[in-house]
């Protein structure tokens, strides 16, 4: 069965007896790469902001909690747990050790 992906407008394959998607495999992965640096960027502003403000546990609260609100960033469960251990062990007592946790997130 062929479809047409509505981004690209190129047909592709569906594979026997599956469903068509909206779009092709490419551009699936790329609007899913897309979305991905989209929410990772919204994340980080949050938490950034809260740093500018010197409330750093809240804004190490606030990037582990949005990072998991997305299908896209979601595999972040280990960084999370690693700076988590780093709070606790008074590694990400400065504004400048939590920009740089935050920024490090990829």
Not at 3 to 29: H, I, M, N
Request: charged share 25%; with cysteine.
């Amino acid at each position: 069965m062929e479809a047409t992906c509505k981004r690209c407008q190129e047909d592709y394959t569906v594979l026997e007896g599956g469903e068509p998607s909206d779009y092709c495999d490419a551009c699936a992965q790329e609007l899913a790469s897309i979305a991905r640096q989209e929410h990772l960027k919204y994340c980080k502003e949050r938490a950034l902001v809260l740093v500018a403000e010197g409330d750093l546990r809240q804004a190490f609260a606030s990037m582990c909690s949005d990072i998991m609100k997305s299908e896209h960033t979601s595999d972040h469960k280990e960084t999370n747990q690693l700076g988590f251990q780093l709070l606790i062990s008074g590694h990400l007592d400065t504004a400048d050790e939590m920009t740089k946790w935050i920024n490090g997130y990829q």
